[in-house]
């Protein structure tokens, strides 16, 4: 079965200083791989996205991530963050189960906290 | 933003009693899809629908079922609700793989 592993259930990081937040999913699932946000009693939105090309993806609020196929990662990185960036983040992918490529998997999520 | 909606927003209810939360879109998307989150355990796929009257199960679907009459409606019941199910559930919707989009959430308590 396809996963998709958060390392950190939590991360806490001081303003403007740099983040990253580690995403890791098993070979089995196909590489269509995402970042979706969720703000305090909101649902998700997607933050960015890999499907194919190139391995650095940008995606809002000054966010990339690189998909490394050789260590199967997905770490998602902000040089510098803000009070605002503070949510929970979730990595989740997409693979051929049982021949269907829209069954999104999400992983546990990386709660980030900045603090002043 | 997508236009779904989900109701209700927040519901009290006692084991054993049947209940059904409804999500209904405006995109006219293909996929529609009914997770749970709860602490510890991010989102987990309940069922989802690739179409009118085609549904599928997903990692935690026992104890629930699903109905897709219309593309705009994807309907989530619960036969007969137990504590384990108190939880928040999200509806979604995409066209495309993995592009989902999501309702704001019901809240569910099961006393």
């Known amino acids: 079965a396809q996963s998709v592993t958060q390392l950190d259930s939590q991360v806490p990081v001081f303003e403007e200083a740099p983040v990253e937040l580690r995403c890791n999913y098993s070979?089995?699932?196909?590489?269509?791989l995402f970042w979706y946000v969720q703000y305090p009693n909101q649902g998700l939105q997607l933050l960015l996205k890999y499907l194919s090309g190139s391995t650095l993806v940008k995606g809002i609020n000054g966010f990339e991530a690189e998909f490394n196929k050789s260590q199967t990662s997905f770490h998602l990185r902000k040089p510098s963050v803000h009070i605002s960036d503070t949510a929970e983040y979730f990595c989740a992918g997409t693979g051929y189960y049982g021949g269907a490529t829209n069954k999104l998997i999400f992983g546990t999520g990386t709660l980030l906290a900045v603090q002043p | 933003d997508a236009g779904i909606t989900q109701s209700p927003r927040h519901k009290v209810t006692e084991t054993g009693t049947p209940v059904t939360l409804r999500c209904h879109q405006t995109e006219n998307h293909r996929y529609m899809y009914w997770y749970r989150q709860d602490p510890g355990h991010g989102l987990r796929l309940i069922h989802y629908?690739?179409?009118?009257?085609?549904?599928d199960k997903g990692e935690v679907s026992d104890g629930y079922s699903v109905s897709r009459s219309k593309t705009e409606d994807f309907l989530l019941t619960l036969e007969s609700a137990t504590s384990s199910q108190t939880s928040v559930y999200f509806c979604?919707?995409?066209?495309?793989?993995?592009?989902?989009?999501f309702g704001e959430g019901s809240r569910l308590t099961v006393l």
């Open positions: 979604a919707i995409s066209e495309f793989p993995g592009e989902l989009f």
């Open positions: 629908s690739y179409g009118v009257k085609d549904t």
């Open positions: 070979s089995s699932v196909s590489v269509y």
